[in-house]
């Protein structure tokens, strides 16, 4: 067989392989691992998305292609979900374009701008997509590090001049995922600013809006003024209404830059199963108390876990969003040897933050996607097989 395309031998290796095939091991042997590992909800899609989805199956109607920009009522429905929850207004005939999932659009908003020897610029730790679908499309990544004492928010000073020059997007993500960092809005107006100055079109990744406690409610990069000049948002069912396996997201803002991903979508794809945006919808239109009773449920998660952590020697802030929490590795710890560690004496699964990017050295995380009763039993077992920890 003749080898792969050079972009896919250039993935970088996946860091954890060994990590992956120790808790293998101790899965055979019978071991009880509690894994803080995955990000993604645990908890069932909703009965009444669920049931929605059962009747539009039935419909021969929903069978066949839907359009790959989504159907004008999934747009409508979005439209009006931002204006409730943004105060955010948005022309769902051009604003709006459905996604199959917003990993979907966040890949592909990259071929859509970036020609080779393109510039992206890329937080650091960060979700992986940004880089690499930049990277398949020909483009290099400039890696911005999210530093703990600048709230982990990219110094955008910091970038020379002729990177920024050069740069065609700026990823951006709060609430933030691996970090769990919320952005006020007085740095998204920093980011339209800069954005304006050097021409770059901005991508903000929202997928955590609505995962939010304490009642803090995290904003719209839309809600900006200027934003919608300079960038768009991707959003999606996955995280509010659990529903990962659905697949369905959707961009949201500029004209011009929905137009096109759309465009490079109807070329690729042929958009989201119609019964799935049906369901969606459902979703959207909700009174959102589904979204409110996970957000119960996972603050409760991290509010066992934090205290287990504190009371260890840690000095961790419960996080206002996401359901990650971000920590730093006691003294004497890389990522990957204090991730080993708590496998091997607590039987414990947390993520090495260096598999997100070098900024990430030195921190893990841990996802709040498994039952109560886990996160205390890890409690128990932290405090057990670990013991007081310096920093
Ligand atoms: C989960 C997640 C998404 C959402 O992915 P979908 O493709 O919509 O399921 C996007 N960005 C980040 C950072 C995420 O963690």
Redesign the pocket.
Known sequence: MKQAAKRIREIPPYLFAGIERKIEEYKEKGVDIISFGI?DPDLPTPDFIIEKMAEEIKNPENHQYPSSVGMLSFRESVANWYKKRFQVELDPTSEVVSLI????G?ANISYCYIDPGDISLVPDPG?PVYGIGTSFAGGEPYYMPLKEENGFLPDLKAIPEEIAKKAKILWI?YPN?PTGATAPLSFFEEVVDFAKKYDILVCH?N?YSEVCYDGYRPPSFLEVKGAKDVGIE?N?L??PFNM?GWRI?FAVGNAEVIETLGRYKSNVDSGAFQAVQYAAMAGLDSDQSAVEANRAIYAKRRDVIVDAFNDLGWNLEAPKATFYIWAPVPKGYTSASFAEYVLDQAGIVVTPGSGYGPSGEGYFRISLTIPEERVREAAERLKKHLGKVTF
């Open positions: 990000g999932g917003s990993k979907e966040i979700y993500s995922n990744d997928a991707f999606s996955s995280k990962t997201g």
